[in-house]
């Protein structure tokens, strides 16, 4: 629930930039080391939206895999069921680069009037 | 339509609260740590067990978190060190505006080290920084040797895996070399230190690793005031 207040609050944050538009969809990005379940976020989400002024706000989830760096021949690869052994070299000697993104990516807005689909809207 | 990139973290605010805490720690020589495990882990009773062997005259405080109770600061502060219990009010982890705020009226210069025990969670505190300089998971052996498979991040993000509860090996199907196999799965060459809270035993080694990261902490410092 924080993590879904946290991204309203970038959201209100933003508008306040883009003056005569309304939100339609906040991208984030999560990574699988992130400890961030979709489907709970995405809950907490309509919780705190429906029925305000953000109510048709969407939410766009990306998530990224955990990427390793081998430290000895310099291949990045996707690390999958923890196995973190460079899929070229064999090496043990890999580096984690990314995976635990927690990351506001993208915000898309609609000036108003532009569409008959408007903020207040549920759906 | 519109798309403007934002390209930021989701939990901005809260970092920079916790990197302002952090150079602020690192500017009084503080070394910090955040205890993370499921409730029940004994968290608490690895704090009894530090607090009780360090020297009385040493400059440690404690910050306790709890969604209810002082019960927890109240066993801790018997060891007459500064402590505050941070009651949550239904928040299921810590972040660094509470930490910021109870911090308020202690004098960082008279401390060396704060030890951060977070609200009984293994999910949520592991996404919120609170400026610390390493957290430290603890995970009882009656909890399943594959937690770390389950809860990956806080295993990934912790320097430390403290296993409590090894006065309980006989008793229960434990494997513990199964579970530092897990912790290293997900976080290659994870320090493990394996103690009992109860009996005392193993702990010299969590106090060992506790001295060589104060040890560490220091010099750094040092060197960044002269």
Redesign the interface.
Known sequence: M??AN??L??VRT?MGR?PG?YP?KV??RIGE?????QEALRFCFEAITLETDLGSLELGIEVCPRRHRCQVCGRNFVVRD?D?RCPQCES?E?T?ISG?E?????????EYG?STAGAKSTQ | ??????????????DRIAAELRARFQEHGILCLNLISSPGSGKTSLLERTLETLPRHDHVAVLTGDIQTENDANRLKRFHFPVKQITTGG?C?L?ARMIERHLADWCLEDLDLLLIENVGNL??P???DLGEAAKVVVLSITEGEDKP?K????F??SDLLVLNKIDLLPYVPFDIDAAADNAR??H?GMEIVKVSCLTGNGLQEWMKWLERRRRAHKPLVQETAS
């Open positions: 924080g993590i946290s991204v609050e970038a933003e883009h538009t339609c991208g984030v080391m992130a400890a961030i379940d923890y973190s043990l890999t984690c635990d927690l990351e506001l990516a993208y915000l898309e807005v609609e532009a | 339509m519109e798309r403007v990139r934002l390209e930021r973290k989701v939990l901005s605010e809260n928040t982890h972040d999910v949520c592991a996404s919120y498979l809860y990956p991040s806080i990934f993000k799965k997900v290659p």
